[in-house]
Protein backbone atom coordinates (compact mmCIF):
# COMPACT_ATOMS: atom_id res chain seq x y z
CA UNK A 1 0.00 0.00 0.00
CA UNK A 2 0.62 3.56 -0.42
CA UNK A 3 1.40 3.90 3.57
CA UNK A 4 1.69 2.42 6.47
CA UNK A 5 -1.19 0.30 7.70
CA UNK A 6 -1.80 -0.53 11.37
CA UNK A 7 -4.47 -3.42 12.69
CA UNK A 8 -6.95 -3.46 14.62
CA UNK A 9 -7.59 0.08 14.30
CA UNK A 10 -9.14 -0.10 17.76
CA UNK A 11 -8.81 -3.03 20.25
CA UNK A 12 -10.55 -3.62 23.63
CA UNK A 13 -9.14 -6.35 25.45
CA UNK A 14 -9.85 -7.49 29.72
CA UNK A 15 -6.90 -6.96 32.08
CA UNK A 16 -4.76 -9.83 31.97
CA UNK A 17 -4.93 -11.51 28.38
CA UNK A 18 -2.75 -11.00 25.75
CA UNK A 19 -2.91 -8.68 22.01
CA UNK A 20 -0.88 -8.64 19.32
CA UNK A 21 -0.67 -5.46 17.29
CA UNK A 22 0.30 -5.82 13.35
CA UNK A 23 2.34 -3.09 10.93
CA UNK A 24 2.66 -2.81 6.93
CA UNK A 25 5.67 -0.54 6.79
CA UNK A 26 5.25 1.23 3.72
CA UNK A 27 6.88 -0.90 0.39
CA UNK A 28 10.96 -0.89 0.34
CA UNK A 29 11.32 1.06 3.93
CA UNK A 30 13.80 -0.67 5.71
CA UNK A 31 13.03 0.88 9.46
CA UNK A 32 10.44 0.16 11.52
CA UNK A 33 9.64 1.90 14.54
CA UNK A 34 6.90 1.26 16.93
CA UNK A 35 5.98 4.14 19.31
CA UNK A 36 3.63 4.88 22.17
CA UNK A 37 1.37 7.43 22.89
CA UNK A 38 -1.07 7.66 26.17
CA UNK A 39 -3.66 10.20 26.14
CA UNK A 40 -2.79 13.75 26.34
CA UNK A 41 1.04 12.48 26.59
CA UNK A 42 3.75 13.25 23.97
CA UNK A 43 5.10 9.68 22.14
CA UNK A 44 7.61 7.26 23.42
CA UNK A 45 9.60 4.84 21.46
CA UNK A 46 9.19 1.43 21.96
CA UNK A 47 11.56 -0.53 19.46
CA UNK A 48 13.24 -0.09 16.40
CA UNK A 49 14.25 -2.58 13.45
CA UNK A 50 16.65 -2.57 10.41
CA UNK A 51 17.42 -5.19 8.13
CA UNK A 52 18.95 -7.63 9.79
CA UNK A 53 20.44 -6.06 12.79
CA UNK A 54 19.83 -6.57 16.68
CA UNK A 55 16.56 -4.67 16.81
CA UNK A 56 16.81 -1.44 19.71
CA UNK A 57 14.77 -2.38 22.44
CA UNK A 58 15.60 0.38 24.75
CA UNK A 59 11.95 1.45 24.94
CA UNK A 60 10.13 -1.33 26.07
CA UNK A 61 8.48 -0.77 29.63
CA UNK A 62 8.79 -3.96 30.62
CA UNK A 63 9.58 -7.72 29.66
CA UNK A 64 5.20 -8.06 28.95
CA UNK A 65 6.36 -6.38 25.69
CA UNK A 66 7.91 -7.62 22.56
CA UNK A 67 8.04 -7.45 19.00
CA UNK A 68 9.23 -9.21 16.28
CA UNK A 69 9.69 -8.49 12.87
CA UNK A 70 9.65 -11.11 9.58
CA UNK A 71 12.35 -9.32 6.90
CA UNK A 72 11.94 -5.90 5.87
CA UNK A 73 7.95 -6.49 5.93
CA UNK A 74 5.32 -6.66 8.59
CA UNK A 75 5.77 -6.37 12.18
CA UNK A 76 4.10 -7.48 15.41
CA UNK A 77 4.10 -6.06 18.41
CA UNK A 78 2.69 -8.39 21.33
CA UNK A 79 1.89 -7.16 25.05
CA UNK A 80 0.96 -10.18 27.29
CA UNK A 81 -1.01 -9.68 30.44
CA UNK A 82 -2.16 -6.51 29.50
CA UNK A 83 -2.58 -3.68 32.55
CA UNK A 84 -5.06 -0.66 32.31
CA UNK A 85 -1.61 1.32 32.27
CA UNK A 86 -1.45 -0.50 28.67
CA UNK A 87 -3.94 1.62 27.07
CA UNK A 88 -2.76 3.89 24.60
CA UNK A 89 -2.10 4.44 20.67
CA UNK A 90 0.54 1.86 19.56
CA UNK A 91 2.02 4.13 16.51
CA UNK A 92 4.20 2.20 13.46
CA UNK A 93 6.21 4.42 11.94
CA UNK A 94 8.78 3.31 8.45
CA UNK A 95 11.31 4.92 7.00
CA UNK A 96 14.34 4.76 4.53
CA UNK A 97 17.73 4.60 5.91
CA UNK A 98 20.44 6.97 4.92
CA UNK A 99 22.42 9.45 6.16
CA UNK A 100 20.29 11.39 8.50
CA UNK A 101 17.27 13.70 8.22
CA UNK A 102 14.56 11.29 6.83
CA UNK A 103 11.02 11.68 6.86
CA UNK A 104 9.36 8.77 9.42
CA UNK A 105 5.94 8.30 7.82
CA UNK A 106 3.34 7.36 10.67
CA UNK A 107 0.67 4.64 10.55
CA UNK A 108 -3.03 5.78 11.89
CA UNK A 109 -2.62 3.98 15.28
CA UNK A 110 -3.99 0.81 17.34
CA UNK A 111 -6.38 2.41 19.79
CA UNK A 112 -5.75 -0.13 23.20
CA UNK A 113 -8.58 0.15 25.54
CA UNK A 114 -7.36 -2.63 28.73
CA UNK A 115 -10.48 -2.31 30.80
CA UNK B 1 20.41 11.80 26.56
CA UNK B 2 18.80 14.12 23.70
CA UNK B 3 15.10 15.60 24.71
CA UNK B 4 12.53 18.18 23.32
CA UNK B 5 11.65 20.92 25.06
CA UNK B 6 8.30 22.42 23.52
CA UNK B 7 5.24 25.13 25.12
CA UNK B 8 2.67 23.50 26.79
CA UNK B 9 -0.55 24.23 25.31
CA UNK B 10 -3.68 24.08 24.77
CA UNK B 11 -3.23 27.70 22.95
CA UNK B 12 -6.48 28.86 21.38
CA UNK B 13 -6.20 31.64 18.84
CA UNK B 14 -8.41 33.73 16.65
CA UNK B 15 -8.27 33.16 12.99
CA UNK B 16 -5.99 35.03 10.91
CA UNK B 17 -3.91 35.70 14.14
CA UNK B 18 0.00 34.87 14.61
CA UNK B 19 0.90 31.46 16.04
CA UNK B 20 4.14 30.99 17.64
CA UNK B 21 5.34 27.51 19.47
CA UNK B 22 8.44 27.00 20.76
CA UNK B 23 10.71 24.40 21.02
CA UNK B 24 13.96 23.91 22.05
CA UNK B 25 16.16 20.88 22.13
CA UNK B 26 19.32 19.10 24.09
CA UNK B 27 21.67 16.96 21.47
CA UNK B 28 24.92 16.78 21.03
CA UNK B 29 26.51 17.21 17.44
CA UNK B 30 23.60 18.06 14.54
CA UNK B 31 20.55 16.52 15.09
CA UNK B 32 17.99 16.56 12.48
CA UNK B 33 14.69 18.99 13.56
CA UNK B 34 10.57 17.98 12.48
CA UNK B 35 7.62 19.12 13.23
CA UNK B 36 4.76 16.66 13.37
CA UNK B 37 1.07 17.25 13.62
CA UNK B 38 -2.03 15.46 14.50
CA UNK B 39 -5.35 16.55 12.90
CA UNK B 40 -8.16 15.50 15.23
CA UNK B 41 -9.23 11.49 14.43
CA UNK B 42 -5.87 11.38 11.81
CA UNK B 43 -2.28 10.03 12.17
CA UNK B 44 0.91 11.81 12.95
CA UNK B 45 1.89 13.88 9.79
CA UNK B 46 5.67 15.41 8.86
CA UNK B 47 4.47 19.27 8.64
CA UNK B 48 8.15 20.41 8.02
CA UNK B 49 11.79 19.23 8.86
CA UNK B 50 15.43 21.05 8.93
CA UNK B 51 18.64 18.90 8.78
CA UNK B 52 21.19 21.72 9.39
CA UNK B 53 22.08 24.74 10.97
CA UNK B 54 19.99 28.02 9.97
CA UNK B 55 17.83 25.97 7.45
CA UNK B 56 14.34 26.69 6.96
CA UNK B 57 11.58 24.21 6.94
CA UNK B 58 8.13 25.35 5.55
CA UNK B 59 5.04 23.81 4.26
CA UNK B 60 1.86 24.72 4.49
CA UNK B 61 2.82 28.66 5.37
CA UNK B 62 4.23 26.94 8.82
CA UNK B 63 8.02 27.85 9.01
CA UNK B 64 10.44 27.05 11.68
CA UNK B 65 13.96 27.68 11.30
CA UNK B 66 17.06 25.89 12.83
CA UNK B 67 18.78 27.60 15.29
CA UNK B 68 22.02 26.08 16.50
CA UNK B 69 23.35 28.64 18.96
CA UNK B 70 19.72 29.22 20.63
CA UNK B 71 19.22 25.11 19.98
CA UNK B 72 15.73 26.57 18.85
CA UNK B 73 13.31 25.42 16.02
CA UNK B 74 10.14 27.42 16.98
CA UNK B 75 7.21 26.75 14.68
CA UNK B 76 5.46 29.97 13.18
CA UNK B 77 2.23 31.00 10.94
CA UNK B 78 1.70 34.21 10.10
CA UNK B 79 -2.25 33.55 9.65
CA UNK B 80 -4.00 30.78 11.40
CA UNK B 81 -6.63 29.09 9.82
CA UNK B 82 -9.51 27.19 11.65
CA UNK B 83 -8.18 23.93 9.62
CA UNK B 84 -5.03 24.54 11.41
CA UNK B 85 -6.10 23.43 14.62
CA UNK B 86 -4.54 19.61 15.26
CA UNK B 87 -1.73 19.21 17.83
CA UNK B 88 1.51 19.78 17.15
CA UNK B 89 4.87 17.90 18.22
CA UNK B 90 8.70 19.32 17.97
CA UNK B 91 11.26 16.37 17.68
CA UNK B 92 14.68 15.25 16.80
CA UNK B 93 16.66 12.66 15.29
CA UNK B 94 20.58 12.56 16.13
CA UNK B 95 21.71 8.98 13.51
CA UNK B 96 24.86 10.15 14.65
CA UNK B 97 24.79 8.77 18.00
CA UNK B 98 21.83 6.63 17.87
CA UNK B 99 23.78 4.23 16.05
CA UNK B 100 22.33 4.29 12.70
CA UNK B 101 18.58 4.85 13.87
CA UNK B 102 16.20 7.75 12.94
CA UNK B 103 14.83 7.50 16.40
CA UNK B 104 12.95 10.20 17.19
CA UNK B 105 12.72 11.90 20.09
CA UNK B 106 9.26 13.99 20.78
CA UNK B 107 7.90 16.89 22.75
CA UNK B 108 5.00 16.11 24.55
CA UNK B 109 2.87 18.39 22.00
CA UNK B 110 0.78 21.80 21.83
CA UNK B 111 -2.81 21.46 21.27
CA UNK B 112 -3.60 24.29 19.18
CA UNK B 113 -7.54 25.40 18.32
CA UNK B 114 -8.40 28.28 16.37
CA UNK B 115 -11.58 29.76 16.77
CA UNK B 116 -13.48 31.83 13.77
Known amino acids: GAGVSQSPSNKVTEKGKDVELRCDPI?????LYWYRQRLGQGLEFLIY????????KSGLPSDRFSAERTGESVSTLTIQRTQQEDSAVYLC?????????????FGEGSWLTVV | GDSVTQMEGPVTLSEEAFLTINCTYT??????LFWYVQYPGEGLQLLLK?????DKGSNKGFEATYRKETTSFHLEKGSVQVSDSAVYFC???????????????FGKGTKLTVNP
Open chain 1, 93 to 105: ASSLVSRGGNTIY
Open chain 1, 27 to 31: SGHTA
Open chain 1, 49 to 56: FQGNSAPD
Open chain 2, 27 to 32: ATGYPS
Open chain 2, 50 to 54: ATKAD
Open chain 2, 91 to 105: ALSNFATQGGSEKLV
